[in-house]
């Protein structure tokens, strides 16, 4: 892999872990598109490292916010915001354990991962319907938390977006899409942080310290950071269609792609 390989990879990454677009599979089809014929694990780490890492430090004062108040006045809010990012951790974990072979085939197949974002893509269309919401995230009950979460175990598939699902899935229960957004990126720190450290286990952590790989990181980190501060923006006027027609545009271009070049 060269630099640039590394930069347009970590880019995609850094701009597709928020947006919902799905980071998965932008990475599965420009993995294919740059010759990498099987996935690329220690570089789907690190890039994920960086994208991580932008979570907590954006949201560095929501998160002291959160631990302070757990010895102070709030605690009690503090503890329920923690149980309901905890309860929507949980399908998630179940499914991507239950079904991790499963889930790893479906990260070779391009024509899987443009199905799943055609099929997403239509679902953020739709969703236009759900962005006048006048809730805030800490309001939801815990069921409608572990509901988020059987929508982000859903984008455990290569081609459905993590923040997308779970920020619609927060949009039909009433919540805005900004705090949805909130909520969903909240989500991101143990689920994307248990992922890696599962992914760990298979991987060769010599190469971590490899220039090429850090300078994936470290793209991710930065552009992840810009795209949540973006999306936010965004959202908090209520646009979020514009990222649905994206997708299907995207997956028909694969479909093309694959029947021309017979991949």
Partial sequence: MSYWDAIILGIAQGLTEFLPVSSSG???????????????LTFDIMVHLGTLAAVPIYYRKKLLSLVTGLFGSARAQAVRTIVLIGIATVPAVVIGLA???????AFGDP???????FLFGILAIVSTRWTKGTREFE??????????????SVAILPGVSRSGSTIIAGMTRGVMPAAAANFSFLMAIPAIGGAG????????????????MLVGGVVSF?????????????????IIRPFGIYCVAVSILTFVFLNISGK
């Fill in 26 to 40: 932008h990475l599965v089809v420009l993995q294919n598109l740059l010759g990498f014929r099987e996935p690329l």
């Fill in 222 to 238: 930065v552009v992840g950071y810009a795209a949540i501060a973006w999306l936010l923006k965004l959202l908090s006027r209520g």
């Fill in 99 to 105: 079904f991790k072979d499963a889930i790893e085939g």
């Fill in 111 to 117: 024509l899987f991962v443009a199905l799943m974002w």
């Fill in 197 to 212: 450290v599962l992914q760990l286990k298979e991987a060769d952590l010599s190469s971590l310290a490899d220039p090429v």
């Fill in 139 to 152: 309001s939801l009950s815990f069921f409608e938390a572990f509901l988020i979460g059987c929508a982000q």
